[in-house]
């Protein structure tokens, strides 16, 4: 298989992995993070998350660029059970797929990897079917979400949170898979990546867990190849959120909901700690 056939079969195969991990995302938050479905939906999105690094990381050393657009997510919403059963034909028709397509590919890592999304889909399978069995007929009968406390306006606002974290993290997602050559650099920035990740958790929990399921808007994302021109954006970008975060401190709003004010000061502190690595990176 040519270089650049690879890196499209890989991309492609990065858009449905994307798909996924949201998916099973923003289903976890609207059952609830501390909920058993929504503890075992977290950590399927978890094992996604790997499954779409490993082929970023593959796209990243042939010199591909990563395509940041997630794959739509079929599933019939009309119940846990309808969602649930849609999981499971999801996952099992990845294993024939993912077989098929490890079968052509002549790298040992990269054949690895497609192999172990097979069998790690046909475990996601067996889990939801788990899940599907042990529903009560309540759950069975019911989709998550619907109760709204929070105002509308609000939840616009968490939401521009959610959108401009979710960017900021395929934004270094992306710096350290393609920078991934300078080594310690790369692994700095996906270190950033990981902190956006959580952050982006902290106003997106609050979301789902008013019955409104978070949405993922991929925006624009910066494509510079020079790593200096990288870290000078991430370190603007810290500060941006930072200024902006130390204002929504102040809204009466968010000093209606506990558990946000706490994320959000964890959120404040971590943007500080953020900000100031990267400037030291610049002066490096
Ligand atoms: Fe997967
Ligand atoms: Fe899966």
Do not use: C
Request: proline fraction near 5%.
């Amino acid at each position: 298989m040519k270089k650049t056939q690879l890196i499209a079969l890989l991309n492609r195969d990065m858009t449905d992995e994307h798909a996924a991990i949201i998916r099973y995302l923003v289903h976890a938050w609207m059952e609830g993070e501390d909920t058993p479905i929504g503890a075992s939906l977290l950590s399927r999105s978890r094992e996604e998350m790997w499954h779409m690094h490993w082929l970023g990381m593959s796209i990243g050393q042939l010199g591909g660029e990563p395509n940041f657009t997630p794959a739509p997510y079929p599933y019939d919403p009309t119940n846990r059970a309808t969602i649930f059963k849609s999981y499971v034909e999801y996952e099992e028709k990845l294993v024939p797929h993912y077989n098929g397509e490890a079968d052509m590919v002549d790298d040992p890592h990269i054949k690895r990897v497609l192999q172990r999304e097979a069998w790690e889909s046909a475990i996601h399978a067996r889990k939801f079917q788990r899940i599907l069995k042990k529903l009560t007929p309540e759950q069975a009968r019911t989709a998550p979400g619907g109760e709204m406390e929070i105002p509308v306006e609000f939840i616009n606002l968490l939401q521009r949170e959610v959108t401009s974290k979710y960017n900021e993290m395929l934004q270094h997602v992306r710096y350290s898979w393609v920078f991934q050559k300078n080594g310690l650099r790369s692994w700095q920035l996906m270190d950033q990546a990981m902190e956006k990740m959580k952050q982006l958790a902290h106003f997106a929990e609050d979301i789902g867990g008013n019955g409104m399921p978070p949405q993922f808007k991929p925006g624009k994302i910066d494509l510079s190849r020079v790593m200096a021109k990288a870290i000078f954006k991430s370190a603007d970008d810290a500060l941006k959120s930072h200024r902006r975060h130390l204002k929504l401190k102040k809204d009466p709003e968010v000093n209606k909901h506990g558990g946000l004010v706490i994320n959000l000061d964890l959120t404040i502190q971590q943007e500080q700690y953020q900000a100031e690595e990267l400037k030291d990176m610049e002066k490096k």
